[in-house]
């Protein structure tokens, strides 16, 4: 769970977009919703980009963005192969190739200290992380969390950190 920092959060570092390049600062003034994932994560496959992918049905006016960050099977998902999968499942938000620089942790995922995929990133419309979690977000929870950062004026958010981890608390 990542507090609302009021200033925007850093801009992801990506190798290639597939879609629309969607950097972080084209999306202000918007709610974005991003989707760590990997290809090959049984968790990602089964909840985490179908409830991205539902994100964008039902929120037309959220920016839906995935983001393919490779910790481990580097060698059989490349750039080609994920194009393959996001034809195969339906994907069509945009997705950004996470940087290797030579660690075995991709550079976004360790700017953001994601421990692992799936993981779920809000922003409110300032561009401030509001919230982050590795692993299932309750339908519920995260339509509320959106739901309330919509509403928002457009100031910073003020108590997003705050509404949003007591939904959490309640998942499950």
């Known amino acids: 769970m990542a507090p609302a920092h009021h200033v925007p959060a850093p801009e992801f570092d990506v190798e290639e977009w597939i879609g629309t390049p969607s950097p972080l600062a084209s999306l202000r003034g ?5 989707e760590a ?16 992918q539902r994100v964008q049905r039902m929120f037309p006016n959220v920016a839906v963005v995935g983001l393919h960050t490779v910790f481990e099977h580097h060698e059989v998902t490349g750039p080609d192969a994920l194009r393959v999968f996001l034809r195969e499942f339906g994907v069509r938000f945009p997705v950004g190739i996470d940087r290797h620089d030579g660690g075995s942790i991709p550079v976004t995922m360790r700017t ?9 990133l809000l922003f409110d419309r300032a561009g401030s992380l509001v919230f982050s979690h590795l692993g299932k977000v309750d339908d519920l929870a995260l339509g509320v969390m959106i739901g309330q950062l ?6 910073p958010a003020g108590n997003a950190s705050a509404t949003t981890d007591s939904l959490v608390d309640q998942r499950e």
Do not use: H
């Open 30 to 34: 918007k709610v974005v919703l991003v």
């Open 37 to 52: 994932f990997q290809m090959l994560c049984a968790g990602c496959v089964n909840y985490g980009i179908p409830q991205a």
């Open 112 to 120: 953001y200290g994601l421990e692992g995929t799936p993981s779920t």
């Open 150 to 155: 919509i509403a928002q004026p457009d100031e």
